[in-house]
Structures are given as structure tokens and as C-alpha cells.
């Protein structure tokens, strides 16, 4: 049990070190580029990237986050083949479905499949996602699922008005430590044509 504890606390210490990183700005954060704004949305392009996802069955974001988060977690902090610590970098995607949801970690812009170590968990798995257009509208706040379904609304509402064509499932990105009390900042985006 003493063991089980001291474990506990060493991780609990190697996320605070990586959530006081996301929080003071030196984390690293997907790139992206603006291609058109307004007061309420953006439309941004972004380059192919490699992510780090866990797929599960649940279908809230409490059900997504927690345990999606604690075996990618444990990926990065060296649950690997070469037991390498990978940088925490932003935004963490969750995508929030009936049928079959997922969280993302985005990997350091230095890593690809071919040099990232191998997860020790096998349901972690290493994809590079595919060059893509997405509407974006942003939250601040703490997430849920309330919160997610809202946006995720106001978003399709805004997109319809102004004649954007959008497909997939609306997906929720989140920048922020859970401790982080002010200026949270949370997206909603969806794939556009």
C-alpha cells in the first residue's frame, strides 16, 4: 500500500510539473493558421499533426476526460518502450460521440510516428492526422457536457447562417490545467469544405 501511495504522489508531482508548464504559456501548442474571423468565429487551417489517442465507448466528457487522460498521461510520462517523459503540449482533443469517442494528446512538433517510443498500454495509438479547415468558436469557463452541447449549437447555427458547409462531428479542444481558474480557454471546432 505505502508503495501504491509514493506512486501516486510521483505522478501526481510529474503532472503538476506539466500542468504549471501549460499554464505559464511555455507549453507548445498546435500550430494552426487563421484564414478568416469575425466577433464569433474563425475559420483556421491546420497542417497535418501526430496525436497520441485513446479511443473508448463512453459518451460524456467526465466519462471522456478522466480516464482518457490518465493513459495518455501515462504515456507521455514514460509509460513507453524507451520510458522517455514527452512534453505536455496544447490543446487536448476529445471527440464526444454515442457510438465511439476518443481523447487526443498532440505530440510535440519534433515527433512523428516513426520516432515517437511505443506505448507499454496498447490502447494508446500513434496516427498523424490529415491536413484540415475547421470552424472554431471559443469558450471560456470550465468544460461540460452542457457547456460543449451549447457551443457545439451556437457553432452550427452561426455556420448556417453564413452559408459555411461543415461535415464530421463537432469536437471540443481544451488548453487549460484543471487548476486554472481565469482566463480558461476552450474551443469547439468542426471540419468545414
Known sequence: ???????????????????????????????????SSNEEFEIRFYPSATLATVYMTANSYREVSRPGFRTLAGYIFGGNESEKKISMTAPVHMNISDNRSS??????????????????????????????????IRFSGYASDNAIKKQSEK???????????????????????????????????????
Not at 5 to 14: D, H, K
Not at 110 to 130: A, C, G, Q, W
Request: aromatic letters at 12%; zero cysteines; proline letters at 6%.
Open 103 to 136: 481523447m487526443s494528446f498532440v505530440m510535440p512538433s519534433s515527433y512523428n510516428p516513426d520516432n515517437l517510443p511505443k506505448p507499454d498500454n496498447s490502447r494508446v495509438i500513434i496516427e498523424k492526422t490529415k491536413d484540415e479547415y475547421v470552424a472554431v
Open 1 to 35: 500500500m505505502k508503495t501504491h501511495n509514493n506512486i501516486i504522489r510521483i505522478l501526481l508531482t510529474v503532472l503538476l510539473i506539466q500542468t504549471t508548464a501549460m499554464a505559464s504559456g511555455n507549453t507548445e501548442e498546435q500550430k494552426y493558421t487563421v484564414v
Open 155 to 193: 457553432l452550427q447555427k452561426l455556420l448556417i447562417e453564413n452559408g459555411i458547409e461543415f461535415y464530421g462531428e463537432f469536437r471540443y479542444l481544451g488548453y487549460n490545467p484543471p487548476y486554472q481558474f481565469f482566463n480558461r480557454r476552450n474551443e469547439i471546432i468542426v471540419s468545414v469544405r
